[in-house]
């Protein structure tokens, strides 16, 4: 299959080798808020300063606060999603390799998602794809999250 952008792609088992180079995304625009950041750090006790205290954070090098790096890891799972496996009886998050954290996403800021299907191999119970996910911020020079997604569809 010729690379391709598509808002999203419902295939079955058989047919996911074919979407290899496919690109899925990007997402819609979505701001990352003070709020959430918030949520992220009383869920994980993550409360250093440069996320939870605008004021200062504003004296750091960011200039304000920033979502945690595994909350962006986080951001990925929209683009995954838009990849339907209409035969598989469950899918499942395998992993993720070569995981990258090039910039920060500034609180105010938005984000969307897009990834690429780098490989497709059957393993037992199903299909794996690896896809090469990354998280962009609007304007910004480098992606505030890269990432291999190994994606398990189960037969």
């Known amino acids: 299959m010729d690379s391709h952008v598509a808002d999203g792609l419902t295939i079955d088992l058989g047919g996911l080798p074919a979407l290899v180079g496919a690109r899925l995304g990007p997402t819609a625009w979505a701001e990352m808020t003070q709020a959430q950041v918030n ?11 440069i996320h939870v205290d605008p004021e200062r954070a504003r004296e750091s090098q960011f200039g304000g ?9 986080s951001l990925v799972a929209p683009v995954t ?3 339907t496996v209409t035969d598989a009886k469950a899918s ?7 995981v990258r954290f090039p910039a920060p996403l500034p609180v105010g800021k938005r984000w969307r998602a897009v990834a690429e299907i780098l490989e ?9 794809a690896r896809v090469a ?17 190994l994606l398990r569809y189960l037969s």
Do not use: C, W
């Open 81 to 83: 999603q838009l990849l």
């Open 65 to 73: 606060t920033i979502a945690h790096g595994f909350l962006t890891l």
């Open 39 to 49: 949520q992220f750090a009383d869920l994980t006790g993550d409360h250093n300063f």
């Open 133 to 149: 996910a990354s998280v962009e911020v609007e304007g910004g020079e480098r992606p505030v999250v890269a990432a291999e997604v």
């Open 120 to 128: 497709v191999a059957e393993v037992k119970g199903g299909v794996q």
């Open 92 to 98: 499942i998050n395998y992993g993720m390799d070569k």
